[in-house]
């Protein structure tokens, strides 16, 4: 059976158990292997609550892959209807304006529209529609 050896001796944690030293003497190693390890970032929050900073996007890019293929083109015909997209039954809460629109008339609804979007919407001759 191995030991330890004569010379150095295993005394048992020379160098402190776990995390210790982090601030002494195996700061190179904290700041080399983990970066940012101590200190303090950012701003607490008492109570936070969660579902007032809820807000999940959808592009305007992406809008039409909400509703199938058969829906645009069955409305792409029609002049005097146009299709309702309801973008929160997808779980998207805020319409953002990247993108383009086909030039056809689309009623959105959401909670929440940005300025681009509501623009280009309406320049493709559709409509916004707020819902609580």
């Not at 929050?45 to 892959?65: A, E, G, M, Y």
């Amino acid at each position: 059976m191995m030991g330890y050896g004569r010379v150095g001796k295993h005394r048992k944690h020379v160098s402190g158990r776990g995390k210790a030293g982090g601030l002494t003497h195996h700061r190179n190693a904290f700041d080399r292997y983990h970066p940012g390890y101590f200190g303090k970032s950012g701003i607490r929050v008492f109570r936070l609550q969660k579902n007032r900073i809820f807000l999940p996007t959808v592009n305007l890019d992406r809008l039409w892959s909400l509703v199938t293929e058969e829906t645009r083109k069955k409305y792409a015909t029609v002049k005097d209807k146009a299709p309702v997209i309801d973008v929160t039954k997808a779980g998207y809460f805020k319409v953002l304006g990247r993108g383009r629109l086909p030039h056809q008339p689309v009623v959105v609804k959401a909670k929440f529209f940005s300025k681009t979007a509501e623009r280009r919407i309406k320049a493709a001759g559709g409509a916004c529609v707020l819902v609580a």
